[in-house]
């Protein structure tokens, strides 16, 4: 895809930060780390600073490892990933990362084959946890900025919560996602349903080229495509985390690597947590991940630019080590008291929030509800392997 002239410019000077570890998704694997360079030869933007111990107290394998990741372009769930990597975190840890790239998690679930393990948002978590035995290992972001938007000249602008306006309103949204979950919640707040409007089915980012051509009165979207939208002039009305229900992120990994090499996907969970750690220290890293972001959506011809990638970071939620840890070992009964077999994972609890609306539309049946709990598939030894191999 071809750059613009600035974009050309920035990718030059980000020619140092990105070495070997930004080959798209094709490859990876920061330089070998120089004990007097820690960042591993890599040349940081002003202001951020390496890791001053790039294994983060974990125990570099003897052997060399390889991982093959699903990565979700354009989601901040994907990027510790490679920020670990350009930053020489894995190259320390003595192993060697290789990515495959998806923009929808369902492609991402039936192309399997190809990774060890692979992170997505909440609809390709649901199509992962009803139709696979995949082991989901962690969550590494909730989704605030899954947003509902409306053109700035209508009358749903001026008066976004009037139901009589949005009685027959043509609404342009990926069918069978968490983008159709926050739709029915905020038609909910004001006495409707789905069933009131009329619905156009559009991925994420062709919905905003046919809302920007003119169709429909309301576009729901997320991540990178909701801020394009509101740099477009379209009025965000409410989203995700104004509704609050942020929805979680997760990670899966295959059963075979779960058996044959956990401690391999302990490493990787533990230095996605600790790098998003990492961003959060300064402004000077912040800024840096988002330079990263940047520069791989233009690889990967994603729609982006600087702002929007600002923005992105500082929209990313993902938790801390210490909260990842919880979320995987804090119990409570199932919040809509359907499930009586055990108490449930925190994390179990969050994925039903938008798994429940799911069956509730008709997408997934409470057997595969049940199923999905009984098989106990939200694994939390992944999790305990971690508290230990930090000391916690």
Known sequence: MKRTHAKRLLALLLSLVMVFALAACTGGGGEATDPDNPAGGV??????????????????????????????????????????????????????????????????????????????????????????????????????????????????????????????????????TTGQAVLAQYLETMGLALSDVESVNMDNANGLTGF??????????????????????????????????????????????????????ATAVAVFHKTYEWVTESEGNAAQAAAWYL????????????????????????????EYIALFTTTKPDDAGKYTSRDLLQIENDILSGFDFFVSVGSYTDEQRTQFLDGQQVDNSIALAVKDMLGG
């Open 43 to 176: 040349e940081l933007v002003d202001g951020a600073t390496a890791p001053e111990d790039l294994t983060y107290g974990l125990t570099p394998f003897e052997e060399r490892q390889t991982l093959r990741i699903g990565f979700f372009t354009g989601s901040p769930l994907s990027y510790a990933f490679l920020f670990a990597d350009n930053l020489g975190v894995f190259n320390a840890l003595n192993i060697d990362v290789e990515y495959v790239c998806f923009t929808g998690g369902p492609a991402m679930m039936e192309a399997n084959s190809e990774w060890d393990i692979a992170s997505c948002g909440l609809g390709g978590v649901c199509t992962a946890l009803a139709g696979y035995d995949f082991a989901l290992v962690d969550v590494t972001d909730y989704e605030e900025n899954m947003a509902i938007f409306v053109r700035p000249d209508s009358d749903l602008a001026k008066d976004p919560t009037n139901p009589d306006l949005w009685k027959g309103a043509t609404v342009v949204y990926p069918a069978g």
């Open 212 to 265: 920007n051509g003119g169709t429909g009165d309301a576009l729901v979207c997320w991540n990178a495509i909701a801020l394009s939208a509101e740099d477009a002039g379209f009025v965000r009305v409410t989203d995700s985390g104004q509704l609050d229900l942020p929805f979680p992120c997760c990670t899966f990994a295959q059963p075979s690597i779960m058996e044959s090499n956990p401690e391999l996907i």
């Open 295 to 322: 520069a791989h959506c233009d690889e990967e011809g994603f729609l982006c630019d600087e702002s929007i990638a600002q923005r992105t970071i500082e929209w990313w939620r993902c938790p801390t080590t210490e």
